[in-house]
């Protein structure tokens, strides 16, 4: 649907032209029947499968051939039901509008009128095959897929007869969130196929030749009301994922798990970052207090004179401290000799 029925709808609505080869006025007309057939047939075998898994939980389930077989069925079937869309689909021209249209041109449409009796029937069928009974048969088993989980909750209570008011609690909730998704599915399956079966539905039994009619295709509302029943209608294939995982309490804890992971990635990145910041701050500061007291040992240091005065008062140290050193020296050797003099006693 999203490469054929979105995109194509929406340029013939807004440049009001065929601007595409006319062949694919007939090709265009099988595949997006075909997509919105297969769409709600899709939905509806979904539907039927659980059903079946929860009536039947012990059986067999579906094998990979058997699913194989159901979806060329399934598919098979929507393009059926959209063939006579494509067959009498064409490109025509009306010499006081600008412009080619792509039209259904049934067998016994008037040419006064633009109306056709196979043109209704066809558009009740629609109604009936594409939106009534997938809505029908989606409804039964998900209504029958609630009464079997509110007996198997039943049949629990009656072998435990003391239940703890936590496994109550559990037990409701999961009984309540399960009828809250069955009722959304069907709303949802409602609420994206009713207008646009209405206004095809509408256009099927008021429909007029286009050159003559100022109440259906010609009229500015007509082209919005139906492009927005088509966007509405384009929106059921997102619903049942959407449905699911809101009403998944395993997803929701995925979710939130990596929300919290997320979170915890970005305050290590930010507390790493702030780190380098400050050794980076820390860097700068101990160049600059280099760099201070690289001046301040330059601005103090001793001039030539200075330094002349400083050597000479070192030469005058250096000579003060040889000439006490061999005093001492002297001292030594004057005691060594009276020793040896007095036969080795000292004094």
Same mark, same amino acid.
């Given at each position: ?8 709808? &929406? ?48 059986? %067999? ?7 194989? !077989? ?22 025509? @021209?009306?010499?006081?509008? !600008? ?41 039964? !088993? ?9 007996? =198997? ?6 072998? %435990?007869?003391?239940?703890? %008011? ?10 309540? /969130? ?20 209405? +206004? ?5 039994? #008021?429909?007029?030749?286009? *050159?003559?009619?100022?109440? *259906? ?9 139906? *492009? ?14 959407? +449905?699911?995982?809101?009403? #998944?309490? =395993? ?5 939130? &798990? ?14 790493? $970052? ?21 001046? $301040?040992?330059? #601005?103090? *240091? ?20 040889? /000439? ?9 050797? @004057? ?13």
């Amino acid at each position: 649907m999203s490469f054929t029925s979105l995109p194509i709808t &929406a340029i013939s609505i807004f440049t009001r032209d065929w601007v595409f080869p006319s062949p694919f006025c007939k090709l265009m007309g099988i595949f997006q029947g075909g997509t919105v057939f297969v769409s709600s047939f899709t939905l509806t075998a979904i539907a039927v499968d659980r059903y079946i898994l929860i009536k039947h939980p012990t059986k %067999q389930k579906i094998g990979f051939r058997t699913a194989i !077989c159901i979806i060329i069925g399934v598919w098979t079937l929507g393009y059926a039901c959209a063939l006579p869309v494509g067959l009498f689909s064409s490109t025509q @021209e009306y010499p006081p509008f !600008c412009g080619t249209f792509c039209e259904e041109n049934w067998p016994d449409t008037e040419e006064q009128t633009g109306r056709s009796r196979i043109r209704k029937l066809y558009g009740l069928l629609v109604l009936i095959v594409q939106f009534g009974l997938p809505t029908v048969i989606s409804s039964l !088993c998900y209504w029958n897929i609630g009464r079997l989980i509110r007996r =198997q909750i039943q049949k629990r209570k009656e072998r %435990q007869l003391v239940l703890l %008011q936590e496994s109550k609690d559990r037990m409701k909730s999961q009984k309540n /969130r399960t009828n809250r998704m069955m009722v959304t599915m069907v709303a949802g399956l409602v609420l994206a196929w009713l207008p646009m079966n209405l +206004i095809n539905l509408w256009r099927d039994f #008021n429909s007029e030749n286009s *050159a003559n009619s100022d109440d *259906a295709k010609s009229n500015e509302w007509y082209s919005l009301i139906f *492009a927005a029943c088509h966007s509405v209608a384009m929106t059921s294939a997102v619903w049942n994922p959407l +449905i699911y995982s809101f009403f #998944n309490p =395993q997803f929701k804890e995925t979710i939130r &798990a990596s929300l919290e992971r997320r979170r915890k990635s970005q305050a290590v990145t930010a507390l790493l $970052l702030t780190q380098q910041q400050n050794n980076a701050n820390t860097s700068e500061s101990r160049r600059t207090s280099c760099r201070s007291l690289n001046v $301040l040992i330059t #601005n103090n *240091a001793p001039s030539v004179g200075n330094r002349q005065s400083d050597s000479n008062h070192f030469l005058l140290l250096k000579n003060s401290s040889i /000439r006490k050193h061999s005093a001492q020296i002297g001292t030594i050797e @004057e005691e060594k000799n009276s020793i040896l003099s007095n036969g080795g006693e000292p004094l």
